[in-house]
Protein backbone atom coordinates (compact mmCIF):
# COMPACT_ATOMS: atom_id res chain seq x y z
CA UNK A 1 0.00 0.00 0.00
CA UNK A 2 1.70 3.30 -0.72
CA UNK A 3 0.10 5.89 1.12
CA UNK A 4 -1.45 9.11 -0.58
CA UNK A 5 -3.71 12.14 0.47
CA UNK A 6 -7.60 12.43 0.10
CA UNK A 7 -9.75 15.91 -0.76
CA UNK A 8 -12.50 16.63 -1.44
CA UNK A 9 -12.86 20.13 -2.51
CA UNK A 10 -16.03 22.62 -2.16
CA UNK A 11 -16.64 22.82 -5.93
CA UNK A 12 -15.06 22.14 -9.20
CA UNK A 13 -13.32 25.45 -9.31
CA UNK A 14 -11.41 24.50 -6.18
CA UNK A 15 -10.69 20.87 -7.90
CA UNK A 16 -9.18 22.28 -10.85
CA UNK A 17 -7.13 24.39 -8.85
CA UNK A 18 -5.65 21.33 -6.46
CA UNK A 19 -4.66 19.24 -9.47
CA UNK A 20 -3.08 21.93 -11.40
CA UNK A 21 -1.54 22.95 -8.34
CA UNK A 22 0.09 19.76 -7.78
CA UNK A 23 1.63 17.90 -10.12
CA UNK A 24 1.57 14.46 -8.53
CA UNK A 25 -2.76 14.63 -7.82
CA UNK A 26 -5.25 13.20 -9.64
CA UNK A 27 -9.15 13.13 -10.32
CA UNK A 28 -11.02 10.30 -9.11
CA UNK A 29 -14.86 9.86 -10.42
CA UNK A 30 -16.53 6.21 -10.21
CA UNK A 31 -12.90 5.05 -9.36
CA UNK A 32 -13.13 1.95 -11.55
CA UNK A 33 -9.96 2.47 -13.55
CA UNK A 34 -8.09 4.49 -11.07
CA UNK A 35 -8.39 2.33 -8.41
CA UNK A 36 -7.64 -0.40 -10.46
CA UNK A 37 -4.38 1.42 -11.14
CA UNK A 38 -3.47 2.21 -7.63
CA UNK A 39 -3.87 -1.06 -6.72
CA UNK A 40 -1.34 -1.95 -9.63
CA UNK A 41 1.38 0.47 -9.07
CA UNK A 42 0.35 1.94 -12.83
CA UNK A 43 -0.80 5.17 -11.07
CA UNK A 44 1.07 6.61 -8.16
CA UNK A 45 -0.34 10.16 -6.78
CA UNK A 46 0.21 11.66 -3.71
CA UNK A 47 -3.37 13.34 -4.06
CA UNK A 48 -6.26 11.84 -5.02
CA UNK A 49 -9.05 14.16 -5.65
CA UNK A 50 -12.83 13.24 -5.15
CA UNK A 51 -14.89 14.89 -7.86
CA UNK A 52 -17.76 12.62 -8.19
CA UNK A 53 -19.90 15.35 -6.41
CA UNK A 54 -18.74 18.05 -7.92
CA UNK A 55 -20.15 18.17 -11.58
CA UNK A 56 -23.75 17.66 -13.05
CA UNK A 57 -25.43 14.23 -12.37
CA UNK A 58 -28.02 15.55 -14.67
CA UNK A 59 -29.05 14.50 -18.55
CA UNK A 60 -30.62 18.14 -19.41
CA UNK A 61 -32.20 19.03 -23.31
CA UNK A 62 -30.18 22.27 -24.90
CA UNK A 63 -32.10 24.78 -26.85
CA UNK A 64 -31.06 23.21 -30.12
CA UNK A 65 -32.79 19.74 -29.63
CA UNK A 66 -29.25 18.25 -28.26
CA UNK A 67 -28.30 17.15 -24.53
CA UNK A 68 -25.80 18.47 -22.02
CA UNK A 69 -24.72 15.12 -19.83
CA UNK A 70 -23.38 16.21 -16.83
CA UNK A 71 -19.63 14.49 -15.79
CA UNK A 72 -21.05 12.73 -12.66
CA UNK A 73 -24.05 10.78 -14.40
CA UNK A 74 -22.97 7.38 -14.47
CA UNK A 75 -23.26 5.05 -17.57
CA UNK A 76 -26.06 3.32 -16.69
CA UNK A 77 -27.85 6.30 -15.92
CA UNK A 78 -27.13 7.42 -19.15
CA UNK A 79 -27.76 4.40 -21.10
CA UNK A 80 -30.87 4.15 -19.70
CA UNK A 81 -32.32 7.33 -20.54
CA UNK A 82 -35.34 7.50 -22.79
CA UNK A 83 -34.12 10.82 -25.06
CA UNK A 84 -30.65 9.06 -25.67
CA UNK A 85 -32.29 5.26 -26.41
CA UNK A 86 -34.94 7.47 -28.56
CA UNK A 87 -32.43 10.25 -30.25
CA UNK A 88 -29.34 8.67 -30.18
CA UNK A 89 -28.98 4.81 -29.93
CA UNK A 90 -25.58 4.67 -31.39
CA UNK A 91 -24.64 5.93 -27.80
CA UNK A 92 -26.82 3.70 -25.86
CA UNK A 93 -25.47 0.62 -27.30
CA UNK A 94 -22.37 1.69 -26.82
CA UNK A 95 -22.11 2.01 -23.30
CA UNK A 96 -24.28 -1.20 -22.80
CA UNK A 97 -21.52 -2.92 -24.64
CA UNK A 98 -19.03 -1.69 -22.23
CA UNK A 99 -17.69 -3.32 -18.72
CA UNK A 100 -20.65 -5.11 -16.25
CA UNK A 101 -23.89 -3.67 -14.41
CA UNK A 102 -22.23 -3.36 -11.56
CA UNK A 103 -19.60 -1.11 -13.31
CA UNK A 104 -21.67 1.19 -15.35
CA UNK A 105 -23.34 1.64 -12.63
CA UNK A 106 -19.91 3.56 -10.57
CA UNK A 107 -18.43 4.66 -13.51
CA UNK A 108 -18.66 8.30 -14.77
CA UNK A 109 -19.47 10.10 -18.04
CA UNK A 110 -15.92 12.14 -16.98
CA UNK A 111 -14.41 9.33 -16.44
CA UNK A 112 -15.17 6.68 -18.77
CA UNK A 113 -13.04 8.60 -21.86
CA UNK A 114 -10.44 9.01 -19.84
CA UNK A 115 -9.62 5.77 -18.64
CA UNK A 116 -5.95 4.14 -19.83
CA UNK A 117 -5.67 1.66 -22.13
CA UNK A 118 -5.96 -2.49 -21.13
CA UNK A 119 -2.52 -3.33 -22.87
CA UNK A 120 -1.28 -5.91 -20.73
CA UNK A 121 2.18 -4.62 -20.60
CA UNK A 122 0.99 -0.86 -19.56
CA UNK A 123 -0.85 -2.82 -16.57
CA UNK A 124 2.37 -5.09 -15.81
CA UNK A 125 4.89 -2.56 -13.64
CA UNK A 126 7.25 -5.55 -14.34
CA UNK A 127 7.97 -4.51 -18.04
CA UNK A 128 9.44 -1.31 -20.24
CA UNK A 129 6.09 0.36 -21.26
CA UNK A 130 6.98 4.15 -22.70
CA UNK A 131 2.81 4.83 -22.07
CA UNK A 132 3.38 4.53 -18.23
CA UNK A 133 7.36 5.11 -18.30
CA UNK A 134 8.17 7.22 -20.77
CA UNK A 135 11.51 6.11 -22.71
CA UNK A 136 12.01 2.57 -21.23
CA UNK A 137 11.02 1.08 -24.66
CA UNK A 138 7.33 -0.71 -25.68
CA UNK A 139 7.10 -4.15 -24.45
CA UNK A 140 4.52 -4.94 -26.98
CA UNK A 141 6.12 -4.79 -30.09
CA UNK A 142 6.48 -8.52 -31.17
CA UNK A 143 4.36 -9.70 -28.09
CA UNK A 144 0.77 -10.37 -27.46
CA UNK A 145 -0.41 -7.91 -30.29
CA UNK A 146 -4.70 -8.90 -30.11
CA UNK A 147 -5.41 -5.90 -28.79
CA UNK A 148 -3.18 -3.41 -30.00
CA UNK A 149 -3.63 -1.17 -33.01
CA UNK A 150 -3.60 -1.29 -36.92
CA UNK A 151 -4.10 2.30 -37.63
CA UNK A 152 -1.93 5.37 -37.06
CA UNK A 153 1.31 3.05 -36.10
CA UNK A 154 4.25 2.91 -38.64
CA UNK A 155 5.13 0.04 -40.16
CA UNK A 156 7.65 -1.67 -38.12
CA UNK A 157 7.71 0.09 -34.68
CA UNK A 158 11.05 -0.11 -32.85
CA UNK A 159 10.33 -1.64 -29.40
CA UNK A 160 13.29 0.35 -28.09
CA UNK A 161 12.21 3.78 -29.79
CA UNK A 162 10.86 6.35 -26.65
CA UNK A 163 8.25 7.43 -28.96
CA UNK A 164 6.42 3.38 -30.12
CA UNK A 165 3.36 2.81 -28.53
CA UNK A 166 0.82 0.66 -30.00
CA UNK A 167 -1.81 0.45 -27.63
CA UNK A 168 -5.90 1.09 -28.12
CA UNK A 169 -8.03 3.25 -26.50
CA UNK A 170 -10.45 0.99 -24.54
CA UNK A 171 -13.38 3.09 -24.29
CA UNK A 172 -16.54 2.11 -26.19
CA UNK A 173 -18.83 5.52 -25.29
CA UNK A 174 -15.55 7.36 -26.66
CA UNK A 175 -16.17 5.74 -30.18
CA UNK A 176 -20.05 6.90 -30.65
CA UNK A 177 -19.00 10.06 -29.27
CA UNK A 178 -16.43 10.86 -31.72
CA UNK A 179 -19.32 9.68 -34.49
CA UNK A 180 -21.83 11.83 -33.25
CA UNK A 181 -19.48 15.38 -32.98
CA UNK A 182 -19.96 15.27 -29.76
CA UNK A 183 -17.71 17.82 -27.01
CA UNK A 184 -16.21 18.11 -24.19
CA UNK A 185 -17.17 20.85 -21.36
CA UNK A 186 -13.67 21.49 -19.92
CA UNK A 187 -12.83 23.44 -17.36
CA UNK A 188 -8.62 24.27 -16.64
CA UNK A 189 -6.63 26.32 -14.21
CA UNK A 190 -6.70 29.60 -16.98
CA UNK A 191 -10.29 28.71 -18.65
CA UNK A 192 -13.68 27.18 -20.03
CA UNK A 193 -13.21 25.87 -23.23
CA UNK A 194 -15.16 23.07 -25.33
CA UNK A 195 -13.07 20.35 -27.01
CA UNK A 196 -14.68 18.33 -29.67
CA UNK A 197 -14.14 14.44 -28.97
CA UNK A 198 -12.11 13.96 -32.54
CA UNK A 199 -9.95 16.13 -31.23
CA UNK A 200 -9.62 15.29 -27.26
CA UNK A 201 -7.64 11.88 -28.31
CA UNK A 202 -4.19 12.02 -29.66
CA UNK A 203 -1.42 9.41 -31.39
CA UNK A 204 1.55 8.85 -29.44
CA UNK A 205 3.55 11.21 -31.67
CA UNK A 206 6.76 11.86 -29.78
CA UNK A 207 4.94 11.43 -26.35
CA UNK A 208 2.76 8.13 -25.81
CA UNK A 209 1.99 8.76 -22.18
CA UNK A 210 -0.14 11.37 -23.26
CA UNK A 211 -3.76 9.95 -24.17
CA UNK A 212 -5.31 12.96 -24.93
CA UNK A 213 -4.76 16.70 -25.68
CA UNK A 214 -6.32 17.86 -21.73
CA UNK A 215 -3.75 19.21 -19.58
CA UNK A 216 -3.09 18.59 -15.88
CA UNK A 217 -5.65 19.62 -14.15
CA UNK A 218 -7.87 20.14 -16.49
CA UNK A 219 -11.84 18.63 -15.75
CA UNK A 220 -14.40 17.01 -18.10
CA UNK A 221 -17.85 18.80 -16.94
CA UNK A 222 -20.23 17.97 -19.22
CA UNK A 223 -20.13 16.37 -22.49
CA UNK A 224 -22.55 18.04 -25.22
CA UNK A 225 -24.18 15.72 -27.34
CA UNK A 226 -25.05 17.86 -31.15
CA UNK A 227 -28.85 17.03 -32.56
CA UNK A 228 -28.48 14.63 -35.55
CA UNK A 229 -30.26 15.26 -38.99
CA UNK A 230 -34.27 14.35 -39.61
CA UNK A 231 -34.43 10.72 -40.47
CA UNK A 232 -30.48 9.67 -38.97
CA UNK A 233 -29.98 6.22 -37.76
CA UNK A 234 -27.50 5.07 -36.13
CA UNK A 235 -26.00 1.95 -34.40
CA UNK A 236 -22.96 0.87 -32.48
CA UNK A 237 -21.47 -2.99 -32.93
CA UNK A 238 -18.61 -3.92 -30.58
CA UNK A 239 -16.62 -7.50 -31.91
CA UNK A 240 -14.97 -9.22 -28.96
CA UNK A 241 -13.91 -12.60 -28.12
CA UNK A 242 -16.98 -12.81 -25.96
CA UNK A 243 -19.83 -11.80 -25.71
CA UNK A 244 -20.11 -9.95 -22.58
CA UNK A 245 -17.15 -8.19 -20.00
CA UNK A 246 -14.48 -7.86 -22.75
CA UNK A 247 -12.90 -5.13 -24.78
CA UNK A 248 -13.41 -4.52 -28.93
CA UNK A 249 -10.85 -6.19 -30.71
CA UNK A 250 -13.24 -4.21 -33.31
CA UNK A 251 -15.92 -1.58 -32.89
CA UNK A 252 -18.12 0.65 -35.09
CA UNK A 253 -20.51 3.52 -34.18
CA UNK A 254 -22.12 4.67 -37.57
CA UNK A 255 -24.50 7.56 -38.21
CA UNK A 256 -26.50 7.58 -40.95
CA UNK A 257 -28.90 9.34 -42.99
CA UNK A 258 -30.24 8.25 -46.84
CA UNK A 259 -32.66 9.93 -49.31
CA UNK A 260 -33.59 8.48 -52.50
CA UNK A 261 -31.54 5.64 -52.02
CA UNK A 262 -28.01 7.78 -51.57
CA UNK A 263 -26.02 8.87 -48.61
CA UNK A 264 -26.81 12.06 -47.51
CA UNK A 265 -24.89 12.22 -44.47
CA UNK A 266 -22.94 9.28 -42.83
CA UNK A 267 -20.41 9.50 -39.93
CA UNK A 268 -18.16 6.62 -39.02
CA UNK A 269 -16.22 5.48 -35.78
CA UNK A 270 -14.07 2.67 -35.42
CA UNK A 271 -12.55 1.38 -31.60
CA UNK A 272 -10.25 -1.39 -31.21
CA UNK A 273 -8.10 -0.65 -33.93
CA UNK A 274 -6.15 2.79 -33.00
CA UNK A 275 -4.64 4.25 -30.13
CA UNK A 276 -7.64 6.77 -30.05
CA UNK A 277 -11.36 6.26 -31.26
CA UNK A 278 -10.86 6.02 -35.21
CA UNK A 279 -13.09 8.68 -37.36
CA UNK A 280 -13.16 6.77 -40.33
CA UNK A 281 -13.15 10.42 -42.71
CA UNK A 282 -11.95 8.15 -46.13
CA UNK A 283 -15.11 5.88 -45.86
CA UNK A 284 -17.00 8.87 -45.06
CA UNK A 285 -15.94 11.07 -48.14
CA UNK A 286 -16.36 7.37 -50.17
CA UNK A 287 -19.61 6.96 -49.19
CA UNK A 288 -21.37 10.66 -49.05
CA UNK A 289 -23.36 12.05 -51.75
CA UNK A 290 -22.88 7.90 -53.54
CA UNK A 291 -25.33 5.06 -53.76
CA UNK A 292 -26.18 3.04 -50.55
CA UNK A 293 -25.47 -0.37 -51.78
CA UNK A 294 -23.38 -2.68 -50.10
CA UNK A 295 -21.16 -2.56 -52.46
CA UNK A 296 -20.26 0.92 -52.15
CA UNK A 297 -20.36 0.05 -48.27
CA UNK A 298 -17.45 -2.46 -48.40
CA UNK A 299 -15.49 -0.24 -51.09
CA UNK A 300 -15.50 2.33 -48.60
CA UNK A 301 -14.52 0.37 -46.00
CA UNK A 302 -11.83 -1.37 -48.26
CA UNK A 303 -10.35 2.93 -48.68
CA UNK A 304 -10.33 3.07 -45.01
CA UNK A 305 -8.34 0.14 -44.05
CA UNK A 306 -5.97 0.29 -46.88
CA UNK A 307 -4.01 2.56 -44.17
CA UNK A 308 -3.78 -0.64 -41.95
CA UNK A 309 -0.54 -1.61 -40.60
CA UNK A 310 -1.29 -5.46 -39.20
CA UNK A 311 1.62 -5.85 -36.54
CA UNK A 312 3.28 -9.13 -36.18
CA UNK A 313 3.46 -11.09 -32.47
CA UNK A 314 3.69 -13.81 -30.24
CA UNK A 315 0.23 -14.67 -30.64
CA UNK A 316 0.13 -14.62 -34.41
CA UNK A 317 -0.19 -10.69 -34.63
CA UNK A 318 -3.24 -9.16 -35.42
CA UNK A 319 -3.91 -8.98 -39.41
CA UNK A 320 -7.22 -10.58 -38.63
CA UNK A 321 -8.75 -7.05 -37.78
CA UNK A 322 -8.23 -5.64 -41.44
CA UNK A 323 -10.78 -7.97 -42.61
CA UNK A 324 -12.86 -8.15 -39.54
CA UNK A 325 -13.53 -4.40 -39.30
CA UNK A 326 -14.23 -4.17 -43.23
CA UNK A 327 -16.86 -6.61 -42.38
CA UNK A 328 -17.96 -4.90 -39.62
CA UNK A 329 -18.27 -1.54 -41.36
CA UNK A 330 -20.33 -3.27 -43.74
CA UNK A 331 -22.70 -4.76 -41.44
CA UNK A 332 -23.63 -2.03 -39.18
CA UNK A 333 -24.61 0.15 -42.51
CA UNK A 334 -26.70 -2.95 -43.89
CA UNK A 335 -28.01 -2.47 -40.60
CA UNK A 336 -29.04 1.19 -40.89
CA UNK A 337 -30.04 0.77 -44.45
CA UNK A 338 -32.58 -2.23 -43.61
CA UNK A 339 -36.42 -2.15 -43.91
CA UNK A 340 -37.51 -1.16 -40.50
C1 LIG B 1 -13.33 -5.49 -15.63
C2 LIG B 1 -13.60 -4.23 -16.39
C3 LIG B 1 -14.15 -4.30 -17.66
C4 LIG B 1 -14.39 -3.13 -18.38
N1 LIG B 1 -14.91 -3.20 -19.64
C5 LIG B 1 -15.10 -2.07 -20.37
C6 LIG B 1 -15.57 -2.09 -21.70
O1 LIG B 1 -15.84 -3.16 -22.24
N2 LIG B 1 -15.75 -0.92 -22.35
C7 LIG B 1 -15.47 0.29 -21.77
O2 LIG B 1 -15.64 1.33 -22.40
N3 LIG B 1 -15.00 0.35 -20.51
C8 LIG B 1 -14.82 -0.80 -19.80
N4 LIG B 1 -14.32 -0.73 -18.54
C9 LIG B 1 -13.82 0.54 -18.05
C10 LIG B 1 -14.83 1.33 -17.30
O3 LIG B 1 -15.90 1.67 -18.16
C11 LIG B 1 -14.08 2.58 -16.86
O4 LIG B 1 -13.23 2.18 -15.83
C12 LIG B 1 -14.98 3.68 -16.35
O5 LIG B 1 -15.86 4.11 -17.35
C13 LIG B 1 -14.16 4.86 -15.87
O6 LIG B 1 -15.04 5.77 -15.26
P1 LIG B 1 -14.83 6.20 -13.73
O7 LIG B 1 -15.83 7.26 -13.44
O8 LIG B 1 -14.87 5.00 -12.83
O9 LIG B 1 -13.37 6.79 -13.82
P2 LIG B 1 -12.17 6.80 -12.75
O10 LIG B 1 -11.60 5.45 -12.61
O11 LIG B 1 -12.57 7.52 -11.52
O12 LIG B 1 -11.16 7.76 -13.56
C14 LIG B 1 -10.61 7.36 -14.80
C15 LIG B 1 -9.59 8.43 -15.23
O13 LIG B 1 -10.27 9.64 -15.58
C16 LIG B 1 -9.85 10.72 -14.74
N5 LIG B 1 -11.09 11.47 -14.51
C17 LIG B 1 -12.22 11.00 -13.95
N6 LIG B 1 -13.20 11.92 -14.04
C18 LIG B 1 -12.67 12.99 -14.67
C19 LIG B 1 -13.19 14.25 -15.11
N7 LIG B 1 -14.46 14.60 -14.88
N8 LIG B 1 -12.36 15.11 -15.74
C20 LIG B 1 -11.06 14.79 -15.96
N9 LIG B 1 -10.51 13.61 -15.57
C21 LIG B 1 -11.32 12.72 -14.96
C22 LIG B 1 -9.22 10.08 -13.52
O14 LIG B 1 -8.20 10.90 -12.97
C23 LIG B 1 -8.62 8.82 -14.13
O15 LIG B 1 -7.39 9.10 -14.73
C24 LIG B 1 -14.09 -1.88 -17.79
C25 LIG B 1 -13.56 -1.81 -16.50
C26 LIG B 1 -13.30 -2.97 -15.81
C27 LIG B 1 -12.72 -2.87 -14.43
S1 LIG C 1 1.76 -0.55 -26.60
FE1 LIG C 1 1.90 1.38 -25.45
S2 LIG C 1 0.94 0.87 -23.51
FE2 LIG C 1 1.51 -1.09 -24.45
S3 LIG C 1 3.61 -1.58 -23.75
FE3 LIG C 1 3.82 -0.44 -25.65
S4 LIG C 1 4.08 1.69 -24.92
FE4 LIG C 1 3.15 0.55 -23.24
Not at 199 to 208: I, T
Amino acid sequence: MRPFAFARPADAAEAVRTVAGDSDAVFLAGGTNLVDHLKLGVARPGLVVDVRTLTSREVADTGDGGLRVGAAVTNSELAADRRVRERYPVLAQALLAGASGQLRNMATIGGNPLQRTRCVYFQDVTVPCNKREPGTGCSAVGGYVRYHAILGVPQAPEASAPETCIATHPSDMAVALVALDARAQVLGPQDAREIPFEQLYRLPGDDPSRDTVLEHGDLITAIDLPPLPAGARSAYRKVRDRASYAFALVSVAAVLNVTDGRVTDVRLALGGVAHKPWRAARAEEALRGGPATVDAFRAAAEAELAAAKPQAGLDGGNGFKVPLAIRTLVAVLRELTAET
